[in-house]
């Protein structure tokens, strides 16, 4: 999952060699933080937060295969 919000967030960010996702998991919970440059943070949660409702949304039906429930929280 990690490796899927850090591919979808380099694409849409102008700076994505600032990008840092991290993972914490504690058995069937997944939470993945993602942090990006102060100036791409509008890119990454769109307007009326559009974009980040979408990143979550593969995210979560992604994680339907491994049947563990993930969060995506964007710092």
């Known amino acids: 999952m990690k490796e899927l919000v850090e591919v979808i967030a380099k694409a849409l960010v102008d700076n ?14 997944i939470t993945i933080e993602l942090h ?8 990454v949660i769109g307007k009326q937060g559009r974009i980040a409702k979408a990143i979550r949304s593969v995210v979560k039906a992604a994680s339907t295969r491994e049947d563990k429930h993930v969060d995506v929280e964007i710092v």
Do not use: C, F, L, Y
């Open 16 to 29: 994505p060699g600032e990008v840092v996702v991290t993972e914490k998991d504690d058995g069937r919970n």
């Open 36 to 43: 990006v440059a102060a100036s791409d943070m509008g890119k």
